[in-house]
Nanobody, 115 residues
Framework: QVQLVESGGALVQAGGSLRLSCLASGTISGYISMGWYRQTPGNLREVIATISSGGRTSYVDSVKGRFTISKDDAKNTVYLQMNSLQPEDTAVYTC?????????WGKGTLVNVSS
């Protein structure tokens, strides 16, 4: 049983920065990857950044150069540093954990970027 809890979402002006955190609790003997997703009302959830257990990262084109995903395995935490935020980044951001048997999801944290 694993639980993911996101934090760090806030209201921020365009051009500002935020750092999201995702803390995983429970028994995790190993995993394949972790990632950050976002979703706006009426739209499908999209993956924006992932990081493998070995540290390899990938990003959706819209956030490349602005967002950075990182992790601290000792703290069971994955981070998303978001810079140069724009109104189109407004969404609920959700953390995902891919283990060898299943996927786990957090409840999400709201990021609201004002223009």
């Amino acid at each position: 049983q694993v639980q993911l809890v996101e934090s760090g979402g806030a209201l921020v002006q365009a051009g500002g920065s935020l750092r999201l955190s995702c803390l995983a609790s429970g028994t995790i003997s190993g995993y394949i990857s972790m990632g950050w997703y976002r979703q706006t009302p009426g739209n499908l959830r999209e993956v924006i950044a992932t990081i493998s257990s070995g540290g390899r990262t990938s990003y959706v084109d819209s956030v490349k150069g602005r967002f950075t995903i990182s992790k601290d395995d000792a703290k069971n935490t994955v981070y998303l540093q978001m810079n140069s935020l724009q109104p189109e980044d407004t969404a609920v951001y959700t953390c995902n954990l891919e283990t060898f048997g299943r996927y786990y999801w957090g409840k999400g944290t709201l990021v609201n970027v004002s223009s």
